[in-house]
Every structure is written in C-alpha cells, then in structure tokens.
C-alpha cells in the first residue's frame, strides 16, 4: 500500500543519505568496479528472498540504486525503506562509500 506524504517524510528521516525523486528514492555508492559487482551480487541475492529490487545502475567507482513498488503503480510503500536500509548494511559490508550525488 502507498504510503502517505507524511509517512514518507518520516520513513526519509529514518534511512539517512537516501534522497526522495518524484515516487523513488535513491542512493549513490563509491566503490571500485569489481567491489561493486560483488555488492550488487549480494543485494540481488536478498532482493530475491525478499521479493522486492531496486534499479541499479554500475559506473566505473560508483553504483546507484533508485527503489520504487512497481506493484504499487509505481508508489513508495514500507518495502521501498526496508530495501533502502538492507542496502545500507550491504553497502557498509562491502565498505563502499555514500556519496553525496
């Protein structure tokens, strides 16, 4: 289910670094080429346990991933923000640094 103007501010408040477009939110990563590989491995592998992905998108030293629910026409529901924080703790994992982008 779609979550609210105010609901979206407060789960924003809640994934610090994550940055609000329009219905998605994303999040920019530095981190070499290859070491972004392997991330986007690990985020693929809980994203298919959890059913839910992100679009991602690879560059030489940086990767980005914008999430939305397609379900939802295309809307921010809970499950963009439990994405967004699991990716958090990939990207700490992997030692890959946020950018400010």
């Not at 070491?35 to 959890?50: K, N, W």
């Given at each position: 289910?779609?979550?609210?103007?105010?609901?979206?501010?407060?789960?924003?408040?809640?994934?610090?670094?994550?940055?609000?477009?329009?219905?998605?939110?994303?999040?920019?990563?530095?981190?070499r080429?290859?070491?972004?590989?392997?991330?986007?491995?690990?985020?693929?592998?809980?994203?298919?346990?959890?059913?839910?992905?992100?679009?991602?998108?690879?560059?030489?030293?940086?990767?980005?991933?914008?999430?939305?629910?397609?379900?939802?026409?295309?809307?921010l529901?809970?499950?963009?923000?439990?994405?967004?924080?699991?990716?958090?703790?990939?990207?700490?994992?992997?030692?890959?640094?946020?950018?400010?982008?």
């Amino acid at each position: 289910m779609p979550l609210t103007e105010d609901e979206i501010q407060a789960a924003l408040e809640a994934v610090p670094g994550w940055k609000r477009e329009g219905d998605e939110i994303s999040r920019s990563y530095g981190i070499r080429y290859h070491g972004g590989v392997a991330m986007i491995v690990h985020v693929a592998d809980v994203e298919r346990l959890i059913g839910h992905h992100a679009d991602i998108d690879l560059r030489w030293g940086k990767v980005r991933f914008a999430i939305t629910t397609h379900d939802a026409g295309h809307k921010l529901t809970e499950a963009d923000f439990d994405l967004a924080r699991r990716i958090d703790a990939i990207a700490a994992a992997h030692a890959a640094e946020p950018l400010d982008d």
